[in-house]
């Protein structure tokens, strides 16, 4: 399991890009993707080559995503962490076995590339994205 992405939720990506590319040196990692299933707007940031820890920056469509209310009550932040895995199932056994709770099923990610993946809270309350390397 390697920390793949910092998932951020902003209220506005262009801003949030602009913020990140000024204070930090961050460089878009292709185009932004408009997630349909997750209802949200999605950037991908990183350093360099990108092949390290990159940041997902987060905009919701609207009401109906599963991030606004985070956004409303939050002002945005710190989000959720993602992980890659080797073999998703198995890891999904390990969490249930360290008491996660899932969040859904398996499916695939529009935004990186159709790869599975599913969400899940861990024990400790942390929402975590499980990507599958493939």
Known sequence: MKLYHIGKVVKDLEEAKKYYKE???????????????????????GVG????????????MGEHSPV????????????????????????????????ALILGDVAPSIAFGS????WLYTGSKELIELIEEV
């Open 49 to 60: 080559r990108g092949e390290d820890v990159t940041l997902e920056l987060l905009q919701p």
């Open 23 to 45: 204070t930090f040196g961050f460089e878009p990692i292709g185009e932004m993707v408009e997630d349909n299933i997750q209802k949200v707007w999605v950037l991908k940031m």
């Open 68 to 99: 606004y209310k985070f956004l409303q009550k939050t002002g945005g932040g710190l989000h959720h962490l993602s992980y890659l895995v080797d073999d998703i199932r198995k890891a999904i056994e390990d969490f249930k076995e360290k008491g």
């Open 115 to 118: 790869q599975p993946s599913v």
